[in-house]
Nanobody
Framework: VQLQASGGGLVQAGGSLRLSCAASGLAFDDYVIGWFRQAPGEGREGVSCISGSDSITFYSDSVKGRFTIDRDNAENTVHLQMNSLKPEDTAVYYC?????????????WGQGTQVTVSS
C-alpha cells in the first residue's frame, strides 16, 4: 500500500491550496481516508476524513467551513481543498488510510506535504 500526498506550498493568509492523496495497492473504496497535520513542536491533529463508498465526511472544528474533502474512487484519489488559510494552518499534512471503516485506526500513511501560510 502506498499513499502519496502532494499539493502543499507557500501561500499568503486568506489564500487557498488543494492537497491530493493518491493511493495504490489497496481496495480504495473500502478505506476511510483521513488528513492529519503536525505543526513544529505540536502533536498530530486530525483535520478531516471521508468514508469509502458513501463519502461521509468529518471536519475538525478548526477547519470546518474552510476546508472541503472529496474523493474520486475511480482515480483512487482524495482531495482536500483548503480555503481562507490562516497562519495557524501551517503544518506538514499527511494522508492516511483506515481499513476498518470507522475512521479511527489508520494503518497506512503517506509521506506528508508541507503547507506554510504567511501572515
Amino acid at each position: 500500500v502506498q499513499l502519496q500526498a502532494s499539493g502543499g506550498g507557500l501561500v499568503q493568509a486568506g489564500g487557498s491550496l488543494r492537497l491530493s492523496c493518491a493511493a495504490s495497492g489497496l481496495a480504495f473504496d473500502d478505506y476511510v481516508i483521513g488528513w492529519f497535520r503536525q505543526a513544529p513542536g505540536e502533536g498530530r491533529e486530525g483535520v478531516s476524513c471521508i468514508s469509502g463508498s458513501d463519502s461521509i465526511t468529518f471536519y475538525s472544528d478548526s477547519v470546518k467551513g474552510r476546508f472541503t474533502i472529496d474523493r474520486d474512487n475511480a482515480e483512487n484519489t482524495v482531495h482536500l481543498q483548503m480555503n481562507s488559510l490562516k497562519p495557524e494552518d501551517t503544518a506538514v499534512y499527511y494522508c492516511a488510510a483506515d481499513p476498518t471503516g470507522v475512521g479511527e485506526i489508520y494503518d497506512y500513511w503517506g509521506q506528508g506535504t508541507q503547507v506554510t501560510v504567511s501572515s
